[in-house]
């Protein structure tokens, strides 16, 4: 089984819409991490927990917001989708007490369409 | 400017050639340097990293980093259709007033295809 999974894999939704990716991890780590990828940008940080009282912004946070239910499951939300939201979502994680440099697990990520 | 600039390519090479891809960087306080590799429709997945300056080898993967150029490297010698993916180089520096690495900073990633 997949240490780190997203749900849904793909999505298609239309402009207005609110929704939803999940994201869940069975490593034990207390870090995780929403990143966006979009062709020739790489990968851009949204939101980042280093445990599940603390959120942070990343470098593009407008228009998205999450909530970390638990260690193991930390969610984005899109309250009204865009369609230049439309990207490759990832969900990652990694272990505080783990290796020094900061090594992330990532899902296999969650393709997000908005019409 | 970002703080990590990476040739985003594509780069296409024949079976067995040698590869170099290659990032620049402009926050002298990242101390890990890492490279990433993606397949398609997967999640990167950690390739190599190296701390501070110098090179590290792993099979036929080297990676190097000239700090004093803000510059790293990561070599491809012999390389297989398998190694076709996106490589992705990121960094990371210590937490402001912490001893452990936050988060990372990821280039744009290098789409690479190496063909039989």
């Known amino acids: 089984d997949a240490d780190v999974t997203q749900t849904p894999r793909n999505r298609i939704t239309k402009t207005g819409k609110r929704i939803m990716l999940e994201c869940s991890q069975t490593?034990?780590?207390?870090?995780m991490y929403w990143y966006r990828q979009d062709p020739g940008l790489g990968l851009r940080l949204i939101y980042y927990?280093?445990?599940?009282?603390?959120?942070n912004k990343g470098e593009i946070s407008d228009g998205y917001s999450v909530s970390r239910q638990a260690q193991a499951k930390f969610s984005l939300s899109l309250e009204s989708a865009i369609p230049n939201q439309t990207a490759l979502y990832f969900c990652?994680?990694?272990?505080?007490?783990?290796?020094?440099?900061?090594?992330?697990?990532f899902g296999p990520g969650t393709r997000l369409t908005v019409l | 400017q970002k703080e990590v600039e990476q040739d985003p390519g594509p780069l296409s090479v024949p079976e067995g050639a040698i590869v170099s891809l290659n990032c620049t960087y402009s926050?002298?306080?990242?101390?890990?340097f890492m490279w990433y590799r993606q397949y398609s429709r997967k999640g990167p997945e950690l390739l190599m990293y190296?701390?501070?300056?110098g090179n590290k080898e792993d099979g036929r993967f080297t990676a190097q980093v000239d700090k004093s150029s803000k510059y790293i490297s990561l070599f491809i010698r012999d390389s297989q259709p398998s190694d076709s993916a996106t490589y992705l180089c990121?960094?990371?520096?210590?937490?402001?007033?912490?001893?452990?690495?936050?988060?990372?900073?990821f280039g744009q990633g290098t789409i690479l295809t190496v063909h039989p």
């Open positions: 990652a994680t990694s272990d505080l007490g783990g290796n020094s440099y900061n090594e992330q697990f």
């Open positions: 926050n002298s306080a990242f101390q890990y």
């Open positions: 927990s280093f445990d599940v009282k603390d959120i």
């Open positions: 990121a960094m990371t520096h210590r937490e402001a007033g912490g001893t452990s690495y936050g988060k990372l900073t």
């Open positions: 490593k034990g780590h207390d870090r």
């Open positions: 190296t701390y501070s300056s």
